[in-house]
């Protein structure tokens, strides 16, 4: 029977454990995608040294856990394999820190941001129209055009990507249906900084559609909605952004309408701006 002879110490070790071992979780999940994305070898090996200095802790931590109790209590021997191998996964952990940074500071590598020069055919900022209108061309500028894009949509987002004939825009599903990939709609903040993120990440054109603005005058105030819209426009114009809001008009009063619209430009402005370039 296992008999656990110092408790705070067994809990500390049980708690390094842990967390190591989800850390090697985390990389051996996402080990795949990171080697393609990095595909020079050398930077592969630092990633596998990465995984090795981990997995020695865990393993180092199974043993200091075990030492915790009668199953290894006062064995020497295991409390020196333990010391080596929290020496190796240390020494492993600084040599891929230090591989990683050195190529870059022999000027072997550089980080050169992904950047395309600035259309010169599209006025860039919010445009509004009919939900169909909006949505061909949000399609137009990410399928045809192959510019980033982002949907904020009612639908959730494998409906809305196959409604649209997409595979892999990214889509923020605004609902109030608990789950992982839903957003409630009155975290007009959270929207907003998720949206912003998106618009200052890279130096592209880049487009977004918002669909549900009725929904957000639902579960919001106006004032906060046209906040909302107002603030993207700002962000977009200043980031190479093209904001698309659909607007259905008979579904909103005259006095919603008109304050909307006022801080958008017509939809038609832009399909001429594409149709000359």
């Not at 110092?6 to 071992?21: A, I, K, M, N, P």
């Not at 006062?74 to 333990?82: A, F, K, L, P």
């Not at 975290?187 to 549900?212: A, M």
């Not at 977009?236 to 909103?252: F, K």
């Amino acid at each position: 029977m296992l008999h656990v002879l110092s408790l705070g110490y067994f809990l500390r070790d049980l708690t390094v454990l842990l967390l190591s071992l989800a850390i090697v979780i985390m990389l051996l999940t996402v080990e795949k995608s990171v080697k393609q994305n990095l595909r020079v070898k050398y930077f592969t090996r630092v990633f596998n040294l990465l995984i090795g200095a981990f997995v020695l802790v865990v393993v180092a931590e199974f043993i200091g856990v075990l030492l915790r109790t009668s199953v290894l209590y006062g064995n020497e021997t295991y409390v020196i394999v333990r010391s080596i191998l929290l020496t190796i996964g240390a020494l492993l952990l600084f040599l891929s820190s230090v591989m990683l940074y050195l190529p870059f500071a022999r000027g072997q590598y550089i980080i050169v941001p992904i950047a395309t020069e600035p259309s010169q055919e599209i006025a860039y900022g919010a445009y509004w129209g009919s939900s169909e209108k909006a949505e061909q061309l949000f399609v137009e500028l990410t399928k045809h055009r192959h510019l980033p894009g982002i949907a904020v949509t009612r639908d959730p987002p494998e409906v809305f990507r196959s409604r649209l004939g997409l595979k892999i825009v990214p889509v923020l599903w605004v609902s109030k249906v608990k789950h992982d990939e839903a957003v409630d709609p009155t975290r007009l903040p959270y929207l907003l900084e998720n949206l912003k993120t998106f618009l200052e990440s890279t130096n592209l054109d880049k487009v977004i559609l918002i669909d549900c603005v009725e929904y957000l005058l639902l579960e919001n105030k106006p004032e906060s909605v046209l906040k909302f819209i107002a603030s993207l426009r700002d962000l977009a114009t200043l980031n190479r952004g093209i904001l698309l809001v659909s607007i259905e008009r008979e579904a909103l009063d005259e006095k919603t309408f008109n304050m909307l619209v006022s801080e958008l430009k017509p939809i038609e402005e832009l399909e001429k701006m594409l149709s000359k370039g």
